[in-house]
Every structure is written in structure tokens, then in C-alpha cells.
């Protein structure tokens, strides 16, 4: 206890005077260490940047939906959903209940579409008439929605890294959580038998769960050295197979029953194909063409230590060789941005665009590797892809991202002797053709979507918009 002293002065207890300690030391100046030297200074407005961050934030949504006998081409923007019949060759109004970027769009491919957004809203559209059935707000912003197999609930993913489900006839019913990740999320998809659900995330891993038992784990894809920025799931020769994307700059193709590591294939010149012996790792030392675990086996031959992280990745499949985690580089690549499949008359093949780059690469699983078929130019860089197929002709439609904002361009799919082959389509000049046939009513409406993406405002993202992911990591943490 404190006393008082002859002169009427109260003596401070020692309580008191390590609470007064504690109070200056928050109250110094922001770099002064406490020695008299400046230390690390506080960054304001913190930005993410880690690499693919600002793809996934460019991204823009470009979709094809069946509508009963209506085909639609839905492209969503910073803040409108725009939509062209590409039946009737014209464009249908809607009502635009997002006030911010619409980052996810499914459909049953009957009369039911759902859109979520960054504006943390889920919206249930009634199509083709594309009026609002319901909308609900969830807590997290959302980065994908999926629909189950039968079509009664709605699958949505926050970039939080949950998952929910939700009826579609009753969005005020509380929504069921299925699962969750430590990171963020960056897409879902679900497997083509709807028994499986994945999840991508920025810690460069794809998890494939039951579903709708989403708790049980079957497994994971490992081998991106960077986050993940899409995929597509589709089957092919009887087998299940996963294409991904990531700010590695590689391609990486899957088998879905076991979550192995098929294939890889650098589409950028810094890619990380491997660990830090890997192509613009830091490393070295491997030959040129060695596989995920041909590099990490020599990284490992080379260490002392046989307990290494490169010891015990080297011993176990090349898809959970390929993450070197500890040692491995640092990415210096372009990201995917999109990718597509070009259609059933293409099967197996893909369309994927990359960060910085006009060309669209055109890929080919068959065989089960990935190989380079083609590509095509556009104005800009494509940030969303996908594929119209009217008839015998299939359109890929791009939504390109410049300095002057977002334009949609079409090229016109051949398949030649070398792989495929793209012709463009000048969709200005056919949004004023006439005639009656599917073909040019389908690119008269892209036509007036392209004319009415032109007047939207300016969509380019601020410096400030460049945070993707809310969760952060050590090692993304600002200096």
C-alpha cells in the first residue's frame, strides 16, 4: 500500500509504477526502439502483395448460360450484370441489385441463376427473364458459388475461407457451414458427379472433400509454389480430372480420385515448376526438364541433414514432392489469370490467359499432359473467358482489361493439323447485322454487349483495390 509522507506527498507503489512504465512505452514515437535508435517504422494501408493477388482482383466474370432454349453471355463488371440472348440477338434488361464487383456466378442450366459479390450479397435470379426471386447478405465477402447436383441449395465460398450451403428456395434460413479453410479462398468448383467439392486457397493447395459430408478430407493437390487462381474439373477418358492455375505461372493438371500430380507446364518465363531448383527459382542445379521430384531429390542429395524437408518430400508422390515448402523459392512469375474449355467439339482443350500478357495460350490434355496447341491475341489482357458454341462454330468471348477499361472481343475457333486456330470476330460491325440465322443473331447480341461494356465507367483498379485476401501469413506480413 501507498503512505504519505511528512510533507504531504503520496509515495507510489511499485504496482503503480510498472503500470506508469507500460503506459509510456505505448505512448513513444513510431520507430524509436527504446535505445535511442529508429527501428522498423508502422506501414499505413497496408496492401497484399503477394504474387496473383492483383489477378485475382482484375478478374472479371464472363459466363455462357443455357436458359431452357435461351442461351445467355452474362458479363459482370465492377458493379453492373450485363446480358445479351444470344437467341434473339439482342440484349436483356436487368435489375442491378450489387453495388459492388460481382466475383461469382453459377446456374442450373434450367430456370435458376445465383450471383455473389464483393458487396457480401447472394442473389437468386429467375431466367431467362432475369428478374430477382430473392437476395440475402451474408458476413464475408463472396469468391465462388456452385449449385449441388440436385439443384435445391446453393454452395458458397467466402474469401473469409468458409463454406456454405443455403436452400435456394429459402435464403432466410440460416446457412449450414460445410467447411473452412486457415487461408483465404480464391475459387470452388464441384467434381462432375457431384460427390466432391473443391476448394482452392492462397496457400497454394487444392482440397478435394465429400460432399455433401464436407468434413471428411479425401485429399489434396500440392505442387503450386503460389496461390491458386483457378481451375476447371471435367472427366475425360473415363477419369476425373482437375486443370489449375496459379501465380507460379504453371499449369498443373490432377487426378481427382487421389489428388496426384499428372502434369505441369510453365506458361511464363519465371515460372516455378518445382522447388527452388525449379525454373526461376533460386536454387539451381537440376537439369532442364527434371521433374518435381528429380529437383527436390538432388536439393536433397546435396544436404547433410537427412531429416531435411527436402529428404521427406522427396520420398513421397511428385504432387506433395513439388511443394519444397521451407527451401523453396521465391515466385517471380505472371499469374493465370482465367482459363476456359473450348467446348465439346475441343474436348480437352483449354483456353488460359496470363497476367501482363495479350495472348491467350490454347492447352491440350490429351494423354493426360499438357501441351501448348496454340494462341490468339487480343486488344489487352483477357481477364475472363468463355465459350460460345452456336451450331458447328465455337466462339471464345474475352473480356480484356486496359488502360481505358474493359472491351469484349471474339475470336472464332478452327481446330488445324498443329493444334487450334483462332479468327477474329468483329463484334462492333455485327451488332448492327441483319439476318435470321443462330449464328448471327449470337454475335449481334455479343455485338451489343461489347457496345454497352464500352460505356461503363472506367473499370481499372485502384492501387488501393489491390488487397485480395483478408487473412495474412508471416511471411506476406508488411517490413
Not at 43 to 56: K, M, P, Y
Not at 430 to 438: I, L, T
Amino acid at each position: 500500500m501507498a503512505s504519505g509522507g511528512g510533507n504531504g506527498e503520496r509515495r507510489i507503489s511499485r504496482k503503480e509504477e510498472r503500470y506508469g512504465e507500460r503506459q509510456s512505452r505505448k505512448k513513444k514515437q513510431p520507430g524509436d526502439n527504446g535505445d535511442g535508435c529508429e527501428g522498423e517504422k508502422p506501414v499505413e494501408n497496408w496492401i497484399d502483395s503477394i504474387a496473383g493477388a492483383s489477378a485475382l482482383n482484375r478478374r472479371r466474370l464472363v459466363r455462357v448460360i443455357d436458359a431452357g432454349d435461351t442461351r445467355m453471355v452474362v458479363y459482370a463488371g465492377a458493379q453492373r450484370l450485363l446480358v445479351a440472348d444470344c437467341t434473339s440477338g439482342s440484349l436483356i434488361e436487368c435489375a442491378q441489385p450489387h453495388s459492388e464487383r460481382v466475383s461469382a456466378l453459377a446456374s442450373d442450366g434450367g430456370r435458376l441463376m445465383v450471383t455473389g459479390g464483393e458487396d457480401k450479397k447472394l442473389v437468386v435470379w429467375e431466367i431467362p427473364s432475369m428478374t430477382v426471386r430473392s437476395q440475402v447478405t451474408t458476413e464475408k465477402k463472396i469468391i465462388s458459388v456452385v449449385l449441388d447436383p440436385s439443384g435445391s441449395s446453393v454452395i458458397f465460398a467466402e474469401k473469409a475461407g468458409e463454406v456454405f450451403r443455403m436452400p435456394v428456395a429459402d435464403t432466410s434460413t440460416k446457412a449450414e457451414h460445410l467447411l473452412g479453410h486457415i487461408s483465404s479462398l480464391t475459387d470452388m468448383a464441384m467434381s462432375p458427379t457431384g460427390g466432391r467439392i473443391l476448394t482452392a486457397d492462397r496457400d497454394e493447395k487444392i482440397r478435394i472433400s465429400h460432399y455433401p459430408q464436407a468434413y471428411e478430407i479425401d485429399s489434396y493437390c500440392l505442387g503450386h509454389t503460389a496461390l491458386v487462381t483457378c481451375m476447371c474439373v471435367w472427366s475425360q477418358e473415363g477419369k476425373e480430372l482437375v486443370l489449375s492455375g496459379g501465380a507460379d505461372g504453371t499449369l498443373r493438371l490432377w487426378a481427382l480420385a487421389d489428388g496426384s500430380l499428372l502434369h505441369t507446364l510453365e506458361v511464363c518465363e519465371g515460372a516455378s515448376g518445382g522447388g527452388e531448383g525449379g525454373e526461376g527459382g533460386e536454387g539451381g542445379g537440376a537439369a532442364e526438364g527434371a521433374t518435381d521430384k528429380e529437383r527436390l531429390a538432388e536439393r536433397a542429395a546435396s544436404n547433410g541433414s537427412k531429416k531435411s524437408w527436402d529428404h521427406m518430400a522427396a520420398g513421397t508422390n511428385e504432387g506433395t514432392a513439388a511443394v519444397s515448402g521451407r527451401l523453396r523459392g521465391k515466385c517471380q512469375a505472371a499469374a493465370v489469370v482465367a482459363m476456359t474449355a473450348c467446348g465439346e467439339a475441343f474436348k480437352g482443350a483449354f483456353a488460359v490467359s496470363v497476367e501482363h500478357r495479350r495472348e491467350v495460350l490454347f492447352v491440350s490434355t490429351a494423354g493426360f499432359s499438357i501441351k501448348q496447341v496454340g494462341g490468339t491475341e487480343f486488344s489487352c489482357g483477357a481477364v475472363g473467358l468463355a465459350t460460345l458454341e452456336v451450331g458447328d462454330t465455337t466462339l471464345l468471348v474475352a473480356a480484356s482489361l486496359g488502360e481505358h477499361g474493359v472491351l469484349l472481343e471474339a475470336r472464332e475457333l478452327r481446330s488445324e493439323a498443329n493444334g487450334l486456330e483462332a479468327r477474329e470476330v468483329d463484334l462492333l460491325s455485327a451488332a448492327g447485322a441483319a439476318g435470321v440465322d443462330d449464328k448471327t443473331k449470337a454475335k449481334r447480341a455479343l455485338g451489343q454487349l461489347a457496345a454497352a461494356i464500352r460505356q461503363l465507367p472506367n473499370e481499372i483498379p485502384d492501387a488501393g483495390q489491390e488487397q485480395h485476401v483478408q487473412k495474412r501469413r508471416r511471411d506476406t506480413e508488411p517490413a
